[in-house]
Nanobody, 126 residues
């Protein structure tokens, strides 16, 4: 059984930083892609950043240059370093894991993701 565990997050002021960590366990298939997604009340979930099994990462345009992802050697974790945070980055952040061909597809087609974490809150105050 695949499990996705998230940690990190919290409340920061505008311009601050947070680090989110995601650990995927129990995945036995090939082509594991892991991504971070966020959602605010009344809004649809959106992709923030993802990485595929080739180590290629994809970012939402609005976070490029501010957010970065990194993995462990086993490629079963995905850390999201979020810098220079803005109030519009506020939301519940979810880690999702699924087999995919490329990270850009994971971000775009996240409705197909079967394995999700419980979500963690990030609040950025102005």
């Amino acid at each position: 059984q695949v499990q996705v565990m998230e940690s990190g997050g919290g409340s920061v002021q505008s311009g601050g930083s947070v680090r989110l960590s995601c650990k995927v366990s129990g995945y036995t298939d090939e082509g594991l892609c892991i991504g971070w997604f966020r959602q605010t009340p009344g809004q649809e979930r959106e992709g923030v950043a993802a990485i595929d099994s080739d180590g290629i990462s994809t970012y939402k345009e609005a976070v490029k240059g501010r957010f970065s992802v990194s993995q462990d050697i086993a490629k079963t974790t995905l850390d999201l370093q979020a810098n220079n945070l803005k109030p519009e980055d506020t939301g519940t952040y979810y880690c999702g894991a699924e087999r995919c061909m490329a990270s850009r597809y994971l971000l775009r087609d996240f409705v197909n993701i079967r394995h999700w974490g419980q979500g963690i809150q990030v609040t950025v105050s102005s």
